[in-house]
């Protein structure tokens, strides 16, 4: 009687290069196919005004996800770990979410000025922060 060996092994599944960038491609350009029309069906079926009931659900989850991604990237780079790359263009794309959101979401006036002072004095340059040490950590040897 023969005994199985059902132990996982550790040798990772290696995709071709190749084939991994045609995948990636075929799946982005299916993406870009979808969302625009999406975007534009959006345009014009959604109301311009309307009730949240979680709207403070929604906002604490954002700025939490921005708190751990800087909170990973951090962790990685003081680990000298190259995925901090990763966190890092997570939590600069989620900084810019952010900016956007608070931009297109704030009433006239003070709502407004706050809004935009904190768009172009923290979230954006944060965000431009994030994607040049991506960039950075990404090129260097």
Same mark, same amino acid.
């Given at each position: 009687?023969?005994?199985?060996?059902?132990?996982?092994?550790? %040798?990772?599944?290696?995709?071709?290069?190749?084939?991994?960038?045609?995948?990636?491609?075929? &799946?982005?350009?299916?993406?870009?196919?979808?969302?625009?029309?999406?975007?534009? $069906?959006?345009?014009?079926? +959604?109301?311009?005004?309307?009730?949240?009931?979680?709207?403070? $659900?929604?906002?604490?989850?954002?700025?939490?996800?921005?708190? +751990? =991604?800087?909170?990973?990237?951090?962790? +990685? &780079? @003081?680990?000298?770990?190259?995925? =901090?790359?990763?966190?890092? $263009? &997570?939590?600069?794309?989620?900084?810019? %979410?952010?900016?956007?959101?608070?931009?297109?979401?704030?009433?006239?006036?003070?709502?407004? @000025?706050?809004?935009?002072?904190?768009?172009?004095?923290?979230?954006?340059?944060?965000?431009?922060?994030?994607?040049?040490?991506?960039?950075?950590?990404?090129?260097?040897?």
């Amino acid at each position: 009687m023969t005994t199985l060996d059902v132990r996982p092994t550790t %040798a990772p599944i290696v995709v071709p290069a190749e084939r991994l960038h045609r995948r990636a491609l075929l &799946i982005t350009v299916a993406m870009v196919s979808a969302l625009v029309p999406w975007c534009v $069906v959006l345009s014009q079926l +959604l109301p311009s005004t309307t009730t949240v009931a979680h709207w403070s $659900v929604a906002w604490v989850g954002l700025d939490s996800g921005e708190a +751990l =991604a800087a909170a990973l990237t951090a962790i +990685l &780079i @003081l680990r000298k770990d190259p995925r =901090a790359a990763l966190t890092a $263009v &997570i939590g600069g794309a989620l900084l810019l %979410a952010d900016a956007w959101f608070d931009l297109t979401t704030a009433t006239s006036g003070g709502d407004l @000025l706050q809004a935009g002072l904190e768009a172009a004095l923290l979230e954006v340059p944060l965000a431009i922060a994030a994607f040049w040490y991506a960039s950075t950590a990404l090129t260097r040897p």
